[in-house]
Each structure stands twice: as structure tokens, then as C-alpha cells.
Nanobody, 127 residues
Framework: VQLQASGGGLMQAGGSLRLSCAASGCSFNTYNMAWFRQAPGKEREFVAAVKWRGSRGTYYGDSVKGRFTISRDNIKNTVDLQMNDLKPEDTAVYYC????????????????????WGQGTQVTVSS
């Protein structure tokens, strides 16, 4: 499974960015997908996850609820993260990830459940 994230950049607080992750080498529509982020000196943090059938559910970390939206396109093999009302504390490298097994029944924020990771894209939010 190969994951390629894109869309990061520099934004002022209150602005919006949209990240995208393109998947290849797998049956994308059978894997739960997620976004994590890692700020300098901090642990990698769960951001959001979406079920393999996108319509079946999403799950968000507390710090992004109401501001970020995860979505997927099982035709284009992409998972996106729409980030609104950005804050300086959202500054981090953002990673997309796929669970280690297909047809996951429960969305999880546990990093160990995700076996495949993209290379990360930098998001910087200035105050």
C-alpha cells in the first residue's frame, strides 16, 4: 500500500486548507483510513478517521471536532481532510494512514492499528 499526501502549506489563523491523500497498491475501498499529525517535540496525534464505506461513519479527535472534516472518494482512491478555522496549534506534519486489515468494523485512534503511512505534508498556521 502506497500513500501520498499533498496540500499542506502556510496559512494564517482562521483560514482553511484541504489535504489530500492518494492511495495505490491496495483495494482502497476496503480499508479504514485516517489522518494523524505530529508537531515538533510531540507525539503523533490522531486527527480523524473514516470507515471503508465512507457513509458508514467518521471519528474525530477532540481538538479538531467541528473544524475539520474527513471524506473519501472510493472511485478516485483518495481521502481528504478539509481544515477550517485553522489555529496556530494545528501546525504539524500531517500523515495519512490505512489500517492494517481490510473491512475494519470499528474506527480507532490507536496508532498501532494503522500499518500503512504516507510521507507527511507540512501545515503551518501563523497567528
Amino acid at each position: 500500500v502506497q500513500l501520498q499526501a499533498s496540500g499542506g502549506g502556510l496559512m494564517q489563523a482562521g483560514g482553511s486548507l484541504r489535504l489530500s491523500c492518494a492511495a495505490s497498491g491496495c483495494s482502497f475501498n476496503t480499508y479504514n483510513m485516517a489522518w494523524f499529525r505530529q508537531a515538533p517535540g510531540k507525539e503523533r496525534e490522531f486527527v480523524a478517521a473514516v470507515k471503508w464505506r465512507g457513509s458508514r461513519g467518521t471519528y474525530y479527535g477532540d481538538s479538531v471536532k467541528g473544524r475539520f472534516t474527513i471524506s473519501r472518494d472510493n472511485i478516485k482512491n483518495t481521502v481528504d481532510l478539509q481544515m477550517n478555522d485553522l489555529k496556530p496549534e494545528d501546525t504539524a506534519v500531517y500523515y495519512c494512514a490505512a489500517e492494517g486489515r481490510p473491512f475494519g468494523t470499528v474506527l480507532t485512534e490507536q496508532r498501532v492499528a494503522y500499518a500503512y503511512w504516507g510521507q507527511g505534508t507540512q501545515v503551518t498556521v501563523s497567528s
